[in-house]
């Protein structure tokens, strides 16, 4: 027969210090991840509100039409020069400058997000010189000649040379000419010229080199475009 002995308990622990009651709870804005995520979203709002304000009232382009001039630098739109040539004979050749300009300024439109656009040829009584008006209700790039290097290539001009005629710009093609001389002007003839603005760009294309030799000239009809179809 076994003898009960009385069970011992573990000691009490000693008392401590007394724990200081519960302060009161931070409030959620004194929270440290909390005021580094309003930081980031605040961050994102200011960048988001000029992004959506530019994307929502931004420059958009104009799609206001644009008529050609009847007449541009004393030639005639090309139809009418071939009509008043033999109209029943030109009117194949005439038909294809319709489709040609109305399919370019559907493209000029199409690249400028929409924006009106026209396109027009002309041409001189002979139909010796002509050129392509394109313009379009918005800004463009300027123009840019590619870099040669005239000294080591031992030309008097590079290939390509770009004229300032005041807010006109024109591409000029030289032929070539040795260093130490000047290129013959003859022989030099305008491949475009361009003014642009912040609501519209007038562009000359050459069609041809007759009579499109002197840049001042070419800059001076694109300032006549540039009135008559106004910005």
Known sequence: MTEDFPREHPPEPAPGPAQPPPGPRRPLLARPVVTGLIGVLVGAFLVGVPWLTLSLFGDEPSGRTLSAP???????????????????????????????????????????????????????????????????????????????DVQALGLAAPSTEL??????????????????????????????????????TVTLRVLSSEGNHDPQELAGIVEQAWRELGE
């Open 163 to 200: 004229v300032r005629v005041g807010p006109v710009q024109c591409l000029v093609h030289n032929d070539p000419a040795p260093a130490g001389t000047t290129p013959d002007p003859d022989r030099s003839f305008v491949t475009n010229c361009q003014r642009t603005g912040a609501n519209l």
């Open 70 to 148: 009847a007449a541009l630098g004393g030639l005639s739109r090309a139809q009418e020069a071939i009509a008043k040539l033999d109209k029943v004979k030109g009117q194949t050749q005439i038909d294809r400058i319709d489709k040609t300009d109305r399919e370019t300024a559907g493209r000029v439109s199409a690249a400028y997000g929409g924006a009106g656009a026209v396109v027009q040829q002309y041409q001189d009584d002979r139909l010796q010189r002509g050129f392509q008006l394109i313009a379009v209700r918005a800004p463009s790039p300027e123009l840019v000649a590619p870099y040669e």
